[in-house]
């Protein structure tokens, strides 16, 4: 049934304690604790990529990786940005990634309300003993912000001691590296990854560098597990190449026309599992710093933000003869910062001018408070048909404190023309959100198959730069949760599952026309998913594909000169998304792969008069065990070397995209010691 989980970030003091005698490691254990889907249970829609699959499919950027996915698009933005759909569209906004639930071992990557846009470089999908996709709303099992969804990544828990090389063009190069050993009942695994690139476009280079450490091992009863997670990235941003279809213009989709841009960021993670009997304990520690040059906006400010959080989820299961349940508990505490300055004046208009001035912006500290109790339940009614019910209470508590001025002034106390400055900043304050988030469903055994209906929701409390990072002269925003009512039914079978769904958003946050932070706005959202494989000797054929379409409902005039209409798609949301794969072992040693990645056309602005034509692009990889310790591998990304772009955009009246890269053929070779 499910099995579940528990987060701490002190758990790790265990090893110091542990005896001499400590009984052998128990693995199956620890990756049932590590699992979102052993909670979430049977009924929904959920994906799993292993080690094997992400490894071959050796990705440069978690959108190759995810693409495998149906009803998912990660938007590939400059160097490792990214902006992610899960059964939505690509959302945006310094908001937007409260929508999704991104974890790491069951563990949010994130405290409560202090997202990152960007949250998936925070993680090492590179190096991932396995991927986990749920879609639709998981509030009622893993809270507030997972609204659409939620992005799983299980550490490695490496074996013996190998290596990696690969190159690849652009100056592309990465280097991995695992090893492990294993001593009275102590199991401690090392895995690291090293990747860097100039980048396709000038000025686009970046360093990244990922690792891991994984300790497992046995302390009295209880089976522990312990993880150490560190990322770092130092990286040049490229902006948006302006102009109609100017991603196929070959003068254009090479050049960045904001060189200054930058990303530094780094994040710290230390959690434990523990388990014993009924029992799992998951305590955690976190902490992120980033700063960046925001170079779509006039003036360019830098922006600087920090966290450290820490909590604890624990969770019981038992049964009791026709009932498996699950009950469990999850606090946290966090502190934050953010700070935001302008070094110079901005250039432009003359409104722009006044109303966007150099000097300190933002500068307030958050501290945050979440508790939240859940329980999960199955109920055999009879033979082949189970009820199930999940159910979540969480109460967020912010207490905000403003560092500078109050108000939309200068940084020196005097007033902007044109009505007032555009930064504004609320006096300190405290703002607090409970929420409920459910599931109720039914799931009937048909033969080896299983057909399931579920009605849930989902929540997502404001996150903190939507409430205190104000504009426009909004000294308050008076924000609501974001909810989210989903209809799904599915058919599964051993090797293929479908599954239709039906959406309801209310209390969407946006910005209005006068540029304040509102919730007011409603979508929905009407979809078929299908995922499957079939294999025949030699060759197996591949499928996932969605086809979906997301209206807005409700009419208004928006930020950026944007006008929503009532019946409109909202942009950035292709309705058909799809990937086909056709593998094929042509010896005991050798096998290749071709990969067809389907974007479907779409709207790329609210009004639904500017749209992107969609691509399609070919990819094909391939794996040669040369003997039992080398592999040599390849891969070519754009076959065809289509001229597309990764995402586009319309706004102030332009075109602007970030163009996509031409073919590129990657080398490599794994030598495993052992």
Known sequence: MFKSAVSMSFGWLLCAALPASAQPVEELVITATSSIHQRLGETGSKSVLDSVEIRNVGATHINE????????????????????????????????????????????????GFCNVNNLFEVNTEQAAAIEVWRGPASAVLGGNALHGAINVVTPVPRGMGVSVEGGPYDFYRLQAWGAVESAGHQLGVSLVHTGSNGYRDATGYGQQKVHVSHITRWGEWAVKNNLTGTLLNQETGGFVGGFESFEDDDLRDTNPNPEAYRDAWSLRLSSELSRGQWSL??????????????????????????????????????????????????????????????????????LVETRPPGLHYDYDVDSWMAAGFYN????????????????????????????????????????????????????????????????????DVGANLFYATLSNGFRPPQVTELYRLRGGQTVADLDSEELLSLEMGFKTANWNVSLFSERTRNLLLRDAEAFNVSDGETESLGVEFEGAVTRGRHTLSLAATYARHQYDFTRDVDGRESIRNGNDIDTAPRWLGNLRWQMQMTENLNHELELNIVGQHYINAANTADYDGHYVLNWRGQWQASRQLQIYARLINVLDEEYADRADFAFGNYRYFPAMPRQLYLGVRYDFN
């Open 65 to 112: 990786t995810l693409a495998r996915v149906p009803g998912i698009w990660v938007s590939r933005g400059s160097g490792q940005e990214h902006l992610a759909a899960i059964r939505s569209a690509v959302l945006t906004g310094s908001g937007a990634c409260g929508e999704f639930s991104y974890l790491e071992n069951g563990i949010p990557i994130r405290p409560a």
């Open 282 to 351: 998951k305590p955690y520690l976190r902490a992120s710093a980033m700063e960046f040059l925001q170079h779509f906006l006039p003036g360019q400010p830098l922006e600087e933000n920090e966290q450290v959080s820490g909590g604890l989820i624990v969770d019981y299961e038992f049964n009791r003869g026709a009932l498996d349940a699950d009950v469990g508990g999850h606090v946290e505490y966090m502190q934050g910062s953010l700070r935001e300055f302008q070094a110079g004046p901005t250039t432009g208009s003359n409104f």
């Open 377 to 444: 339940l199955v109920y055999g009614v009879a033979d082949g048909t189970r009820l199930i019910h999940s159910a979540r209470l969480e109460h967020l508590a912010y207490d905000y404190t403003n560092n500078h001025l109050v108000g939309n002034t200068r940084d020196d106390g005097t007033t902007c023309g044109f009505g007032g400055c555009l930064y504004t900043r609320p006096a300190s304050r405290d703002d607090s959100f409970t929420n409920v988030g459910a599931r109720l469903g039914v799931e009937w």
